[in-house]
């Protein structure tokens, strides 16, 4: 994903629009952009939320969590938690 500058058509003020991985604009943020320089947002303030957007869309956030039965036999904590750490990265690796 990248933020692209858009050269103008006539004589005006250039602008800005983000490109997914598949090179095409991302048509929400296009409908946004746009919405601003209808609005006569700067240029410098187009390009901000241009770059803002595209990091808010590249965030992901994910939670794996590893579980383990317990038993009467499974006191230890520390043994616990380890055995839940293996179980989580054990998913983490499956999903990738």
């Given amino acids: 994903m990248r933020v692209?500058?858009?050269?103008?058509?006539?004589?005006?003020?250039?602008?800005?629009?983000?490109?997914?991985?598949?090179?095409?604009?991302?048509?929400?943020?296009?409908?946004?952009?746009?919405?601003?320089t209808d609005q006569r947002r700067s240029p410098n303030t187009v390009k901000a939320y241009a770059h803002d957007l595209k990091d808010y869309i590249d965030v992901k956030v994910t939670t794996s969590v590893g579980?383990?039965?317990?038993?009467?036999?499974?006191?230890?904590?520390?043994?616990l938690l380890h055995q839940a750490d293996q179980a989580k990265y054990a998913v983490k690796h499956r999903r990738s």
């Fill in 4 to 36: 692209q500058r858009v050269a103008p058509l006539e004589a005006g003020e250039e602008s800005w629009t983000v490109l997914g991985d598949d090179w095409r604009q991302v048509a929400p943020v296009e409908r946004f952009l746009s919405h601003l």
């Fill in 67 to 79: 579980t383990v039965p317990i038993t009467p036999a499974s006191a230890d904590l520390d043994a």
